[in-house]
T-cell receptor
């Protein structure tokens, strides 16, 4: 079955600390993986996708097919990073539709 | 320019009633998606339109749910005989195309549906 698991509902860190938001997936083919972010009172927006291999707002994520993981990392958290983060996969490469989302992790960065 | 617009932002209805939720995608976006997000969960895919046609409606939970996009722009999600379990935030998203690049999905603010 296709599934995305985010084991942590809440991750609380202090400003300047490293952050790792965990994401594991289950999919039989070659999925495309995404991270979406939702800041307070704002709409869901794309943060990054694995095929782009970009660093956005200091965040990076590497697809590990052996561990079926796509963890989101940032070396030094900022207060403005506080938000809800969703990992998602698409079973069709280079496509955004039929995204399968995890249940999300709330990141709280304390001053 | 305007992003994806969804109306109403909030809808309270009685069990058994019919509701319509509207989505105005970003101008020029041919692909449109509906998702449903229950409390404490991530969004769940409902249906995907490419132009006027529903390219994939495999996420619609049952035949009480139906969506249209008659002119390839605005879409309406219709729910008949609403049940309390239909209470959720309904999200709409659009992208320039469904595949082959330019596929980033832009989400609306959602419609919070409450069935009492």
């Amino acid at each position: 079955a296709q599934r995305v698991t985010q084991p942590e509902k809440l991750l609380s860190v202090f400003k300047g600390a490293p952050v790792e938001l965990k994401c594991n997936y289950s999919y039989s083919g070659s999925p495309e993986l995404f991270w979406y972010v939702q800041y307070s009172r704002q709409r869901l927006q794309l943060l990054l996708r694995h095929i782009s291999r970009e660093s956005i707002k200091g965040f990076t994520a590497d697809l590990n097919k052996g561990e079926t993981s796509f963890h989101l990392k940032k070396p030094f958290a900022q207060e403005e990073d506080s938000a809800m983060y969703y990992c998602a996969l698409s079973g069709r490469m280079d496509s955004s539709y039929n995204l399968i989302f995890g249940s999300g992790t709330r990141l709280l960065v304390r001053p | 320019g305007a992003g994806v617009s969804q109306t109403p932002s909030n809808k309270v209805t009685e069990k058994g009633k019919y509701v319509e939720l509207r989505c105005d995608p970003i101008s020029g976006h041919t692909a449109l998606y509906w998702y449903r997000q229950s409390l404490g969960q991530g969004p769940e895919f409902l249906i995907y339109f490419q132009g006027t046609g529903a390219a994939d409606d495999s996420g619609l939970p049952n035949d009480r749910f139906f969506a249209v996009r008659p002119e390839g722009s605005v879409s309406t999600l219709k729910i008949q005989r609403t049940e309390r379990g239909d209470s959720a935030v309904y999200l709409c998203a659009s992208s320039l195309s469904g595949r082959g690049g330019r596929t980033e999905a832009f989400f609306g603010q959602g419609t919070r549906l409450t069935v009492v």
